[in-house]
T-cell receptor
Framework: DAGVTQSPTHLIKTRGQHVTLRCSPISGHKSVSWYQQVLGQGPQFIFQYYEKEERGRGNFPDRFSARQFPNYSSELNVNALLLGDSALYLC???????????????FGPGTRLTVL | AQSVTQLDSQVPVFEEAPVELRCNYSSSVSVYLFWYVQYPNQGLQLLLKYLSGSTLVESINGFEAEFNKSQTSFHLRKPSVHISDTAEYFCAVSGYSSASKIIFGSGTRLSIRP
């Protein structure tokens, strides 16, 4: 069975541009969470979506937005990119609300975003 | 709100030696606790988790962690490490009331010397 997939694997953008990152959860999983991992730090929670509704939001500016589609795949959008947005963006899926039950979050390999 | 502190950014040990990776958390509510592992050039994988019940939890590859409520700690231990355990280890916490939000520590890099 395929795990969580993310695209693209690497991306280079310039300041001020916008970016869209994509995530496909494990088949049957209805919850998708997004994390930002800056080099040398732990992942920071950005959003969680469950059944196409936002269920949690971290401390990120409104430049960050996301959505979940009927097939439970998800997109993370970042507008007006800043140098500090350079990071590894991780997507995780679970069958229920992540961390609230015995369900485990399964992480994808991430998208490495570099902002120049 | 919850927070996690991993006191050691790097832990070098010799192969077959024991290791302890320290994790302390702060929370005003009951919590779930997790350890994740990130092998070089790979994504995060759940190593073990504490949800309730026995305070000692074990993983399939020999790691164990003990939930200590009085010391607000969840240290990770292994009695004998292998070269293949070389990775970054992240402690994480989520609160019962905000379970959609998992807070990660800054990570501990475990390097094994032959």
């Amino acid at each position: 069975d395929a795990g969580v997939t993310q695209s693209p694997t690497h991306l280079i953008k310039t300041r001020g541009q916008h970016v869209t990152l994509r995530c496909s959860p494990i088949s049957g999983h209805k919850s998708v969470s997004w994390y930002q991992q800056v080099l040398g730090q732990g992942p920071q929670f950005i959003f969680q979506y469950y059944e196409k509704e936002e269920r949690g939001r971290g401390n990120f500016p409104d430049r960050f937005s996301a959505r979940q589609f009927p097939n439970y795949s998800s997109e993370l959008n970042v507008n007006a990119l800043l140098l500090g947005d350079s990071a590894l963006y991780l997507c995780a899926s679970s069958s229920g609300l992540a961390g609230h039950s015995t369900d485990t979050q399964y992480f994808g390999p991430g998208t490495r975003l570099t902002v120049l | 709100a919850q927070s996690v502190t991993q006191l050691d950014s790097q832990v070098p040990v010799f192969e077959e030696a024991p290791v302890e990776l320290r994790c302390n958390y702060s929370s005003s509510v009951s919590v779930y606790l997790f350890w994740y592992v990130q092998y070089p050039n790979q994504g995060l994988q759940l190593l073990l988790k504490y949800l309730s019940g026995s305070t000692l939890v074990e993983s399939i590859n020999g790691f164990e962690a003990e939930f200590n409520k009085s010391q607000t700690s969840f240290h990770l231990r292994k009695p004998s490490v292998h070269i293949s355990d070389t990775a970054e280890y992240f402690c994480a916490v989520s609160g019962y009331s905000s379970a959609s939000k998992i807070i990660f520590g800054s990570g501990t890099r475990l390097s094994i010397r032959p």
